[in-house]
């Protein structure tokens, strides 16, 4: 799967931002996605995963009641709500899938977008 994450951007502290990554190539409704982000200095870490059929959805702790993630199968595309931003939402936001793993490790996904920047401004 090919992926492409856009959507990101400059918002202030408490702001919303809505992240989308389309994908092409092989099929994408069995694949279970993921965003993950990178902070200047830091590593890539886990924000949230959805399942293939889009029923069953994990957060990362530090995004949990702010952000959501969904999909739309018809249009091959997923999406990050992001609402309630902090200073510490800021970085690379980058999506991954895969057709067989759905959880929280980096190195587990098969197929990585470019990242999209979401710098937020206090």
């Known amino acids: 799967v090919q992926l492409q994450a856009s959507g990101g951007g400059l918002v202030q502290v408490g702001g919303s931002l809505r992240l989308s990554c389309a994908a092409s190539g092989r099929t994408f409704y069995n694949a279970n996605m993921g965003w993950f982000r990178q902070a200047p200095g830091k590593e890539r870490e886990f924000v949230a995963a959805i399942r293939w059929s889009g029923g069953i959805s994990d957060y990362a702790d530090s995004v949990k009641g702010r952000f959501t993630v969904s999909r739309d199968n018809a249009n091959d595309t997923v999406y990050l709500q992001m609402n309630s931003v902090k200073p510490d939402d800021t970085g690379v936001y980058y999506c991954?899938?895969?057709?067989?793993?759905?959880?929280?490790?980096?190195?587990?996904?098969?197929?990585w977008g470019q990242g999209t920047l979401v710098t937020v401004s206090s």
């Open positions: 991954a899938a895969d057709r067989s793993y759905s959880g929280r490790s980096v190195g587990a996904y098969n197929d």
